[in-house]
């Protein structure tokens, strides 16, 4: 059912502004605020999911209004970015001695992975010696699978920060996180100030400073506010950066991987294609560059119904406990897989459930600890792994996407498509190619496949339009698995409510989930969440006094923990007791709803 504005709420096509009033979500920074245009995103069809989405992605390049918020085309981010791109100019001139280090947790370290190497393959092309580096909390493991725990560990960020850049004289950090939030980032930008004579930091996150996370750092007194407002002073003389515009609240609550992680790539795109460039980089030439992400973002929701086809395909599959694959070539494939790792946090999905495969594996990957198949079968990446692995037990009810563009081997795609459509015709393509040459397999390609999305872009310069397409990926590869999801029932109203609570930010969000949908106070919601995450009716005295590093170690083991606390809260019933309710009801937003009809 498409969404309807009820009496007395707010329409969800009219309020775009409503998120930036002082007294909406007032204790919530933007990132974690609910979005007015999603609260039914849970009742909706495909089609009024996807619009949603875009409706909330367009808020990324909306102007500013009368708040405090700077947003991404404001006057301030485009000078910073201008400057952030003449210090990658300076560490371009000395390559020897200088260093980019892109780092972050989760998706912003995926994407930091992800652009890092794009970067050092366009220098390589320009004949520039490689200048950027990653790091991402967790190592490579983190790439493509879910390890939420580092994120919390300040020390090991500022300890992999120093070892990536042991030796050099110039560093720029840039660090990312969409939140202001991660410990593991907080302590590399502290690291980066406590050595100023070699490091430069950037921070790149979507909250305004004074709504940074102000909880201590785990092991030491800072806070990452703390950090923030000693770079905000840097930054009055270019010791430091700060690009935080506002995006608006993400569609699934404090889903940062969907604008967030989209607009991290982009303002990270415009610094190093600026810094690049032979020309002097000016203001208009930044701001227009920003403005063709817009362009791009419109071009790809004008597929919004094939889109949608597309969602509730994927949606009909995680309905009956089948699978999703995406299988990619190049850059299109590493989304593919960076989308898939999100779901398990997010959605408490099982990796199966969306998954990734990249044509080279890890030889197209060049990540920094090399092949990583060995660490067990969520490490599996490559086409030849999904034919090996997949393939045979793929039925009518599993969803396949071939994502792929004209600069791609397109005999492959057509041959990979054959091989799926012997064992399903549930399979559909995601093809992107340039004004005025189809190529002949892309007909066969279009037979074998149930729905394609053509996208036709018109002549670009290649790498932008490179980076146009991967934009266009990611949003099209986040409304399919996000939307798939809502449809399997596991988001309740624009929250995530089956989310895996296995760091301090999640653990934060997931009590406050829990105060907001029951009505319970604080202290009752967090007693809920450890029963549930200890499997315990009562708390005994150990379970109080442990660490919450050993409460979200412990609830990594556990399943749906939030929805038995939920139930919990709402019945007073005990925890066997919402364990079999939930088995009685496995979608999760009817569980919920049917608890609190009743309560
Ligand atoms: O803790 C997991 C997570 O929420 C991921 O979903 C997200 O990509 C990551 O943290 C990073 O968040 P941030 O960019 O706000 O630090």
Redesign the pocket.
Known sequence: MAAVAKPGRMNAFSTTHDWESADYEPTLPV?EKSNPLTRDIDRASASSIVKMLQACDAQMFQEKSQTEYQRLLSEEIVKTLMEVAERVRLILKDPQDSLVVLS??????RLAFFMASGFNRELQRLNYAPICSYVIAGGDRALFSSQ?AP?DDPTLGALRLKKVSEGKKRVLFIG???????PF?AGQLDFCLRHPDVYTPVLV?FNPAHQARNEPLPGCTLTFRSVVTRMEELAKTQKAFLINPALGPEAIS????MK??SATKILLEVVFSASFSRTPVTFNGILQHMRSYKKALDFTYSHSEEIAVLTEAAGRSLQCGRQVCYLGWGSLGLLGLIDAS?CK??FGADYEDIRGFVSGGYKELGNNEGDLTLMGPEFSISHDDFLDRVLPRLTDDDTVLLLYSDSDDVDEVAKLAHRVREKTPNIHAAYHQTDGGTAAQQDDINKLCSSTINFTWSQETPKRLQHMRELSTKLLLNAVSTGAHILKGKVFKNYMVDLQV??S??YRRAARLLQELSSHSESQSEEALLKAIYQVDKLSEDIMTCSLDTHTHTAGKAKKVVPLALVCLLTGCSIKEAETRLEHQPIVREAVEACLKSS
Do not use: D
């Open positions: 990132t972050g947790c989760g998706t912003s370290g939420e994120e990312v996180s969409c939140g202001l939030s991660a980032v996150g404090g889903s940062s991987r967030g992680g999100e946090p997010t296995t760091n930010k999640l």
